[in-house]
């Protein structure tokens, strides 16, 4: 089956932390993208990159990187600078020639205590 | 920059009514309009879309008309069912962008 994935699906962590959400998508897209999700605000851009070994910043990059070593993974790593990381974020994908229909993964809910 | 507009929600409507939520837009470039529809738990999926003024997207029983003279997008069903129970995100994208930017999102609850 072609998708994207997302793990975990709940994060749990302590003030101070840095932790990296995963992101896995077997579509052979080249671009990938990552957004945050909180109440009322709609998905905000994060990170997106059109191909491998390179990434912009979307909106709201600062507290976040990424990397993009490979064309199906892009990880995302949430910072102890990022003020008020708890949040629902999602990962997606889409074809170079597409890149307006992005398939989406299911989203990892982070939590931080 | 480029915006999208959607109304608040929630709406909540009865199983078999007619459903309407508005999306208006401002764009720099000409834009292709979309709808994405969330279910409880999951990732955002495409439900229907339009790429040039006056195109009609369809799915699931769902449409929206591109209007250019009115800037908007409107999502429509004659008759909803329960399991359309989501949320709605309408949603733009420019060539000059490179980058969907999405509304804020409606959520619908459809009871019976």
């Known amino acids: 089956d072609g998708g994207i994935t997302q793990s975990p699906k709940y994060l749990f962590r302590k003030e101070g932390q840095n932790v990296t959400l995963s992101c896995e998508q077997n579509?052979?897209?080249?671009?990938m993208y990552w957004y945050r999700q909180d109440p009322g605000q709609g998905l905000r851009l994060i990170y997106y990159?059109?191909?491998?070994?390179?990434?912009q910043k979307g909106d709201i990059a600062e507290g976040y990187s990424v990397s993009r070593e490979k064309k199906e993974s892009f990880p995302l790593t949430v910072t102890s600078a990022q003020k008020n990381p708890t949040a629902f974020y999602l990962c997606a994908s889409a074809s170079s020639t597409r890149a307006h229909e992005q398939f989406f993964g299911p989203g990892t809910r982070l939590t931080v205590l | 920059g480029d915006s999208v507009t959607q109304m608040e929600g929630p709406v909540t409507l009865s199983e078999e009514a007619f459903l309407t939520i508005n999306c208006t837009y401002t764009?720099?470039?000409?834009?292709?309009l979309f709808w994405y529809v969330q279910y409880p738990g999951e990732g955002l999926q495409l439900l229907l879309k339009?790429?040039?003024?006056?195109d009609k997207g369809s799915n699931k029983g769902f449409e929206a008309t591109y209007r250019k003279e009115t800037t908007s997008f409107h999502l429509e069903k004659g008759s909803v069912q329960v399991s359309d129970s989501a949320v709605y995100f309408c949603a733009l994208f420019t060539g000059t962008a490179s980058k969907l930017t999405f509304g804020t999102g409606t959520r619908l609850q459809v009871t019976l």
């Open positions: 339009a790429t040039k003024a006056d």
């Open positions: 990159s059109q191909i491998v070994n390179d990434f």
């Open positions: 579509l052979n897209h080249d671009a």
């Open positions: 764009a720099t470039g000409y834009p292709s």
